[in-house]
């Protein structure tokens, strides 16, 4: 299965605009994309543009439409009002909400000018960029101020308990009323998919499980063990959002409790999901959906996320009967790496699936110091590469393995 607007069979890496060397935009991100061209990669996947909240997540931004000013490269760049008045009028859904919030629509016209020139450069060099679009939005955010109609105020959003949390995850995010937005042709989602696309060449929708069925837990309950599935839309969101704005470039990101309706779903839409190798090997079953034999050309595979520690930090605390699993999936795949990290990279890009994303943390062998994030943690979203760090011989490294596995073009 091809990935619209990439090639059939493709390779990327995943690192912030924060992580690059100053946490900003400019020549330090003109110079990954060099290095991603050098490399053979045709993705580069970013995390949300959006304002982050006071923790450095992206995931609680105060909007799901607005950049954040943080990242540019020139923020007392001249703008002139015809600039911020075409901007306005082209964003007039949500620019009008922005502004009443506080923001400014000066730094968002120059943080399109400066976004704008990078993605060419980065097409020019034949690289394609792959956003992110957080479910949910911020409790006290513009867009929950703005559009109070349009989310529940008797419940707010989290996940299950699971094997890893026995009282589940509780977000604290409001939740959609699906009854209310349909009442207007979802026209939120809608604007809120236009502007992810006019940001990106495709996106990665997170969560995606919440649009057959979502968690919804009671807004004076204290953890999530209480909650409920709820019906979600549907694909009705989606058709929606292509009627207006053409076939959707979009991967559904299809973790944690998945079951027959997510799953029908995501491939009516022709949505490609997502594979975690992290989370394959399990000793005693061979039935996972992450594991390696049971990978499909409709997936993006990945050695981890955001989410996840790195390869390294992952192999430094994996028990020892998961160790020989994945051992011995390096050897069926004839894997003779003695470096964990590149030893999951050939794996990843020799499976079936139509993309292959690696961190950038795990082209450099890193441990778990480097690691992105830690769900529940609000100490994480701040590693950093040094200037220097991807070298010229780990671009050739990473370019042999990605021809090798037929994914340079």
Known sequence: MAIP?????????????????????GEPARDFVRWLAAAGQSVWQVLPLTVPDAHGSPYASPSAFATWPGLLEHPDAPVGDDEVQEFAEENAYWAGSWTAYGGDLADQVRFDREWRALRSFAADHGVRVLGDVPIYVAAGSADVATWPELFRHDAVAGVPPDAFTDTGQL????????TAMAADGYR???????????????????????????????????????????PGPGRAVFDAASAELGPLPVVAEDLGVIDAPVEALRDALGFPGMAVLQFGFDPDSDDGTHEPHNLRPDQVVYTGTHDNDTVVGWWDTLPERRRHKVERAWAAAGIDDPDPAWAMIRLAHHAPCALAMVQAQDVLSLGGEARMNTPGSVATW???????????????????VSEESGRVH
């Open 5 to 25: 607007v990439l090639p059939d069979r493709a390779a990327g890496v995943q690192l912030h605009v924060t992580s690059l060397p100053g946490g900003r935009l």
């Open 171 to 178: 977000w604290g995010n409001p939740l959609y009323d699906w």
């Open 188 to 230: 939120w989602w809608v604007e809120r998919l236009r502007r992810s696309l006019a940001l990106h060449d495709l996106v990665r929708v997170d969560h995606f499980r919440a649009f057959a069925a979502f968690w919804a837990v009671p807004a004076d309950h204290e953890t999530a063990e209480h909650g409920s599935w709820q």
């Open 382 to 400: 701040s590693w950093r590469l040094e200037p220097g760090m991807l070298t010229d011989d780990l671009a050739r490294r990473l370019r042999e």
